[in-house]
C-alpha cells in the first residue's frame, strides 16, 4: 500500500529555516497532486502548498514568498523549504497525495481532496 513518510521538522527560533521532506513509497501514478498540510492545535487542517506531476505549484497566500515547495521524481520524495519562519507557523505539517489527478484542482486547499498521508513532523517556531 502507498505510504508517505515525513521528516525535518524541529524546532527553530523565529527567522530561521527547515525543509520538510515526504517520502513516498508504492506511489506508482505518473499523475498525481501532492501537497504539504499543516495543523496547530485547536485548529483545522489547512492546505500549506501543492504541487503536481508537471511541477505547476500553488500555496497558501500565509506562506507565499517564504516556502517552496518541490519536487525529485527519481527519489520519489517532496520538499517544503520554509524560510524566514514565524511563531505562527508552529504546527504539525502532513504530506498528502491524490493519484490519477492531472493537476491540483481549486480543491487542494481542503483535506478531503487528498486520499493518502503520512503520519506528520512537528515544527516549532519560537520567538
Known amino acids: 500500500q502507498v505510504q508517505l513518510v515525513e521528516s525535518g521538522g524541529g524546532s527553530v527560533q523565529s527567522g530561521g529555516s527547515l525543509r520538510l521532506s515526504c517520502a513516498a513509497s508504492?506511489?506508482?501514478?505518473?499523475?498525481?497532486?501532492m501537497g504539504w498540510f499543516r495543523q496547530a492545535p485547536g485548529k483545522e487542517r489547512e492546505g500549506v502548498a501543492t504541487?503536481?506531476?508537471?511541477?505547476?505549484?500553488s500555496y497558501a497566500d500565509s506562506v507565499k514568498g517564504r516556502f517552496t515547495i518541490s519536487q525529485d521524481k527519481a527519489k520519489s520524495t517532496m520538499y517544503l523549504q520554509m524560510n524566514s519562519l514565524k511563531p505562527e507557523d508552529t504546527a504539525m505539517y502532513y504530506c498528502?497525495?491524490?493519484?490519477?489527478?492531472?493537476?491540483?484542482?481549486?480543491?487542494?486547499?481542503?483535506?478531503?481532496?487528498?486520499?493518502?498521508w503520512g503520519q506528520g513532523t512537528q515544527v516549532t517556531v519560537s520567538s
Open positions: 498528502a497525495a491524490r493519484a490519477a489527478a492531472d493537476y491540483c484542482s481549486g480543491y487542494w486547499r481542503f483535506a478531503w481532496y487528498f486520499g493518502y
Open positions: 504541487i503536481d506531476s508537471d511541477g505547476s505549484t
Open positions: 508504492r506511489f506508482t501514478y505518473s499523475r498525481y497532486c
